[in-house]
């Protein structure tokens, strides 16, 4: 298990950046890794991960989020060209991984609190 902590939501306009962060309470270089988002009403979704070695991202994000890691203990999700629709509680994950798909949420067993992002239009 390792905790987590998620910094850097807030509220933009549509077309602003925000970059999230997630401190780890432990080295997470042996950790898959994973942002997710959870709207009202709706299913936790992955957003982006790094897992495996690979990069991964939901079709809705790709070229405009970012996800990286300074290999050691945090881990960013930098956000461009925001849209209405991105508005949703983000979430880091951890895990060890279970040979299944990156944006599974039963890979990830460390989850942090949650930091808001709403995007107006």
């Known amino acids: 298990q390792v905790l987590l902590v998620e910094s850097g939501g807030g509220s933009v306009q549509a077309g602003e950046s925000l970059r999230l962060s997630c401190v780890a309470s432990?080295?997470?270089?042996?950790?898959?890794m994973g942002w997710f988002r959870q709207a009202p009403g709706k299913e936790r979704e992955g957003v982006a991960g790094?897992?495996?070695?690979?990069t991964y991202y939901a079709d809705s994000v790709k070229g405009r989020f970012t996800i990286s890691t300074d290999n050691a203990k945090t881990m960013y999700l930098q956000m461009n060209s925001l849209k209405p629709e991105d508005t949703a509680m983000y979430f880091c994950a951890a895990g060890a991984g279970y040979g299944g798909r990156w944006n599974n949420v039963k890979e990830y067993t460390s989850w942090g609190q949650g930091t808001q992002v709403t995007v107006s239009s």
């Open positions: 432990r080295y997470t270089y042996n950790f898959n």
């Open positions: 790094i897992y495996t070695g690979g």
